[in-house]
């Protein structure tokens, strides 16, 4: 299929198209940078490809450039790259958000992050880099030093205004009630109405980018796991099949077996978690108590299989670390009591008119938005977009089992919650299926040395899709460029709420379900 | 609300007594890091594998000292999985919680 995009850029803009590489189901295509617009906009209106990445990179000492790379997902499991140079002596390119309103935060990001300006985009205020960063300093350029620190300035932040008689602005954040993250929500409302919202976020960025370069492999593989607390499984997967695809490492069936298991124990108790946190907001104490108690099995389990409550320490380039070997029928028994259980909470927690009345209707997400800002994961298929990476660009044990990928329409909270509790049966299911074929073999390829080469990994996370794109030189990290679920998906808040009561937005804020720490990297 | 009212009183109480009866990990549980200073033949293999840095090694006036953090330890067990000598290994303990930060250093040395 690769070939084919490949077949018709070329066919439609044969002259711009420098350069071509493929390996494996992905294909780079460098163009010319003043094409980059329509060539994007085709991909994406015409083949209906998603824009589901866009970063840059610093190749300054190899090319003389930096580079900026439109990842877009192809049909039958293509990745089509296409990639622009850009001279460092003209750091412009032209910003392709009012064709593909998902590169919104994707251009901010390489503006901040490398002095890369998109010219013409909606918004080009600073993203990451807040207002006392001085002007000049882009951490992921390779010349900025690690430990620079860089003086503070003195600057201001302007927010969007919504003005008119009877308006109030309400800023709640950064620092919140509960122990969370810190974010700022900006509430422009008249009485109860919101009518707007403005987010802003990134308070507490780590640089994991810039601490990925130069890092060895088998270090990075814990990095990529505690980017996100409570998807470790599905950053970690992530990022080892991006290592082993450029070496052509074959992970043993059984290691495949077993990472699928983790990733499905991981989605288990996040959608647990998630359905406890909605009960809580809407007051539904009971619920909350009994999915919280649930969600508690499922950790203990987790430990019982891994050594770990948050499934961590398991992964490694090549395969798996431990075996599970003789902890099978255990896992079936408490999943099969599990089942029970969360069935019977979740017709408790349906038919309850004190719940069904906060969250139908609550929150929508239309389809044409959660698709305009490629939404991801169960908020998407909430909004009635049929999209699992599992499914479209199968991994670990996917192609092997079966599976249903649940999508409902309504796009509000109750239609989040459903795609969760269906979720979770799945999950047993394919818990199961891959317990009762649990090949016989190894469970760590041998990993002797470690290839020059760039690829990308990408897993199906409780929150979407985890995608890595991972440039190895020289047996260290050249580049590591990480794209959290979250950060699609937290500008699709600004809309959901819109409409709603402020009192709605908490539950509303849970059923989306976003993570502060994978997003602000 | 009867069947909410029949579902807690099935459920009863799930809380347990923990701390005053102990909590005991499972057994793959990853915790504490414990040196043995007989088996340890200071060759630095843990010191370059550990992704959080917090292994140490020294040499100073003909001793050699080798020296854990907890504080920043992140239990993923790599220095167990790298020692040729068996002489780090993760134990069960967990509860690691400190006032200081000399309390979560431990160590041991050789003079040679």
């Known amino acids: ?521 | 609300m009867f069947k909410i009212l029949i579902k807690t009183l099935k459920t009863g109480r799930q809380t347990t007594k923990y701390p005053e009866k102990p909590d005991i990990p499972s057994a793959g549980f990853r915790g504490k890091t414990e040196l043995a200073a007989e088996k340890c033949t200071y060759c630095g293999k843990c010191v370059s594998a550990c992704p959080a840095n917090v292994i140490r090694q020294n040499e100073e006036n003909g001793e050699k000292t080798l020296t854990v953090s907890y504080c920043g330890c992140i239990f993923c067990g790599r220095c167990e999985e790298v020692c040729p000598n068996g002489a780090i290994k993760l134990t069960q303990e967990y509860e690691l919680a400190s006032k200081t930060k000399e309390d979560l250093l431990a160590g041991i040395r050789r003079n040679s």
Not at chain 1, 161 to 188: L, Q
């Open chain 1, 1 to 521: 299929m690769t070939i084919q995009y490949l077949e018709y850029i070329k066919k439609e803009f044969g002259s711009q198209v420098l350069e071509e590489k493929r390996s494996h189901n992905e294909i780079y295509i460098t163009v010319r940078k003043e094409a980059v617009v329509k060539i994007c906009d085709f991909l994406y209106h015409h083949f209906d490809a998603p824009l589901i990445s866009i970063f840059a990179t610093d190749d300054r000492k190899k090319t003389g450039c930096f580079g900026i790379h439109y990842v877009f997902s192809g049909k039958e499991d293509a990745f089509i790259i296409i990639r622009i140079n850009i001279d460092e002596k003209d750091p412009k390119f032209t910003s392709v958000t009012h064709k593909i309103p998902a590169a919104n935060w994707y251009e901010r990001e390489i503006q901040d992050m490398f002095g890369l300006t998109p010219k013409g985009h909606p918004d080009p205020r600073r993203l990451m880099n807040f207002e006392d960063w001085a002007d000049g300093a882009h951490p992921l350029r390779k010349d900025f030093d690690i430990n620079t620190k860089p003086p503070r300035v003195k600057g201001e932040y302007v927010y969007r205004r919504v003005e008119g008689e009877g308006v109030y602005e309400i800023p709640v954040g950064p620092v919140h009630a509960g122990v969370i993250e810190p974010g700022h929500f900006r509430f422009s409302v008249a009485g109860e109405p919101i009518l707007n919202l403005e987010i802003r976020h990134f308070y507490t960025h780590k640089g994991v980018e810039k601490l990925f370069e130069n890092m060895s492999i088998d270090k990075a593989v814990f990095l990529a796991e505690r980017i996100s607390g409570d998807n470790s499984v599905a950053h970690v997967v992530a990022f080892c099949q991006a290592v082993e695809k450029i070496n052509g490492i074959n992970v043993p069936l059984r290691a495949k077996y077993i990472r699928t298991i983790l990733m499905e124990l991981e989605r288990l108790y996040n959608h647990t978690g998630d359905i406890a946190g909605i009960a809580t907001d809407v007051a539904f104490a009971f619920g909350a108590a009994h999915a919280n108690k649930l969600k508690e099995q499922l950790l203990q389990l987790n430990e019982y299989v891994t050594g770990s409550r948050l499934l961590r320490g398991m992964n490694a380039v090549g395969g798996v670390r431990r075996d599970i070997v003789d902890k099978r029928e255990r896992i079936l028994k408490e999943l099969s009591l599990f089942r029970i259980e969360f069935r019977e909470l979740m017709e408790l927690l349906f038919d309850s008119p004190s719940v069904s009345d906060r969250i139908e209707t609550t929150g929508r997400i239309y389809n044409d938005i959660a698709a305009g800002l490629h939404v991801v994961g169960p908020v998407a298929r909430a909004s009635g977009i049929d999209r699992d990476v599992r499914r479209e660009h199968p991994y670990a044990a996917y192609h092997e089992l079966e599976f249903k990928v649940p999508v409902y329409k309504a796009g509000d909270v109750l239609a989040r919650t459903q795609v969760r509790a269906d979720e979770v049966y799945e999950s047993i299911s394919i818990i199961e299926q891959a317990l009762s074929h649990l090949p016989d073999s190894d469970i760590k390829a041998g990993v002797t040395e470690i290839k020059d080469g760039c690829a990308f990994g990408y897993t199906e996370a409780p929150r979407g899709e985890t995608i890595y794109w991972v440039d190895i030189s020289n047996n260290r990290i050249e580049r590591c460029k990480v794209r959290d679920p979250s950060f699609c998906n937290w500008l699709a808040i600004e809309y959901a709420v819109l409409d709603n009561i402020v009192p709605d937005f908490p539950i509303i804020n849970k059923s989306l379900g976003l993570s502060y720490s994978g997003n602000d990297m």
